[in-house]
């Protein structure tokens, strides 16, 4: 897949690191989106794609499949 310049900032509002990690790796991998960490705390774990939230560990008390997040990334791309 291309990169799409109309999604260039994604944001991992995150307590785990290494879910975070993963995720961040993946994106810069299938779109080469380098997406931004930024530490949190009480269990938070948010993806937030051009000041859209995405996924929220919060609303739905799971992280997210990478998939999911790839859908929603491919989603927003189609919108615009």
Do not use: C, T, W
């Not at 995150?14 to 810069?28: C, G, I, M, R, T």
């Not at 269990?43 to 919060?58: N, P």
């Amino acid at each position: 897949i291309e990169n799409d310049a109309r999604i260039h900032r994604i944001l991992l509002h995150v307590k785990f690191e290494p879910q975070a990690s993963s995720l961040a790796a993946d994106l810069k991998s299938k779109y080469d989106i380098e997406a931004e960490l930024i530490p949190a705390k009480g269990g938070l774990f948010e993806v937030i794609a051009e000041g859209e939230l995405i996924f929220s560990k919060k609303k739905l008390d799971r992280f997210p499949e990478h998939k999911e997040i790839f859908a929603e990334i491919d989603q927003l791309r189609s919108d615009n």
